[in-house]
Each structure stands twice: as C-alpha cells, then as structure tokens.
C-alpha cells in the first residue's frame, strides 16, 4: 500500500487543522493507521492509531481530548482533526500502516510500520 500525507500548514496556537491520508493499493481495511510526528531535534513519536475497523483507537498523552483519528475505508483514507493546537505539536506529521489481524494490540513503535507516507509539516504559532 502506498501513502500520502497532506494536510499540514501553520497555524496560530489555539487553532485548528486536518490532515488526511489516501492510500492506493489492495486490501487497505487490512491495516491499522497510524499517525507519528517528528518534531526537530526528536525522536519520532506516535500520535494516534486506528484499528483495521475504526473499533479501536490509541491516542498519546499528549493530545488526548485535542485530537482525533477517523477513517474511511470505501475512500482508502485516514483523517486526523487537530483541535486546540500548541506550540509543542509543531512536527512533521507522517502517515504509516501496519498489517495487522484484527484483534492484534495497536502498535506505537515505528518498527511495526511496513508503509510510510511523505510527511507533511505541520507549524503552530504562539
């Protein structure tokens, strides 16, 4: 499966964005999506994953109750609304799937990720 991210832009502090992410390719309700950021000078984190259903999600600590994650997988994409952003979420914002059996645990390291998309910057002014 292929992905591409797209979405990002700057934005003042309190703001909201959406990101999206299509997907080509076969069998795309075989994978859960994930959302990871990389921030310059860190690591890459994970934000937010989906199950291959939308039965389950995971968010991190750090923007529970802000952000949330959604798909649709008749149109092969994945959304992720950003809501009172912070200065902090300021990252590059990338896209990745991983094929998983249905009732296997959410991944959250990058490791388990087989596909990537682009990125896409995504900028919060104070």
């Known amino acids: 499966v292929q992905l591409q991210a797209c979405g990002g832009g700057l934005v003042q502090a309190g703001g909201s964005l959406g990101l999206s992410c299509a997907a080509s390719g076969h069998s795309f309700s075989r994978y859960a999506i994930a959302w990871f950021r990389q921030a310059p000078g860190k690591e890459r984190e994970c934000v937010t994953v989906i199950s291959r259903n939308s039965g389950r999600t995971y968010y991190g600590d750090s923007v529970k109750g802000r952000f949330t994650i959604s798909r649709d997988n008749d149109k092969k994409m994945v959304y992720l609304q950003m809501n009172s952003l912070k200065p902090e979420d300021t990252a590059v914002y990338y896209c990745?799937?991983?094929?998983?059996?249905?009732?296997?645990?959410?991944?959250?390291?990058?490791?388990?990720?087989?596909?990537w998309g682009q990125g896409t910057q995504v900028t919060v002014s104070s």
């Open positions: 990745a799937a991983d094929s998983i059996i249905s009732s296997a645990p959410l991944a959250t390291r990058q490791t388990a990720y087989e596909y």
